[in-house]
């Protein structure tokens, strides 16, 4: 079993960046894929990126290719979502997943969530 504690959200300019962490109880964090996903009002919760349980292989949903960057440490258990050139469309309660399968189908362990909203 793992519990998840997302972290690092908050309000930022159009343009600007954030760093989300996601911090992993249990002592199998290291063997399962990660991934971070999003849910703005009003709309489902949708896939943003993934990361293989060794972190060789990484995947991103298109809406955020060349601006998102996920990275784990497996030895902090803990991953992390780099987001730069934010926009108003990635407002969103972002939520980190321990995949159930690669790339981006979630699993039954979830965050709390953090909220990240940007304004124009």
């Known amino acids: 079993q793992v519990q998840l504690v997302e972290s690092g959200g908050g309000l930022v300019q159009a343009g600007g960046s954030l760093r989300l962490s996601c911090a992993a109880s249990?002592?199998?964090?290291?063997?399962?894929?990660m991934g971070w996903f999003r849910q703005a009002p009003g709309k489902e919760r949708e896939f943003v990126a993934a990361?293989?349980?060794?972190?060789?292989?990484?995947y991103y949903a298109d809406s955020v290719k060349g601006r998102f960057t996920i990275s784990r440490d497996n030895a902090k258990n803990t991953v992390y979502l780099q987001m730069n050139s934010l926009t108003p469309e990635d407002t969103a309660v972002y939520y980190c997943?321990?995949?159930?399968?690669?790339?981006?189908?979630?699993?039954?362990?979830w965050g709390q969530g953090t909220q990240v909203t940007v304004s124009s």
């Open positions: 997943n321990a995949l159930d399968r690669w790339p981006n189908l979630p699993g039954n362990y």
């Open positions: 990361i293989s349980a060794s972190g060789l292989r990484i």
């Open positions: 249990g002592r199998t964090f290291s063997s399962y894929a």
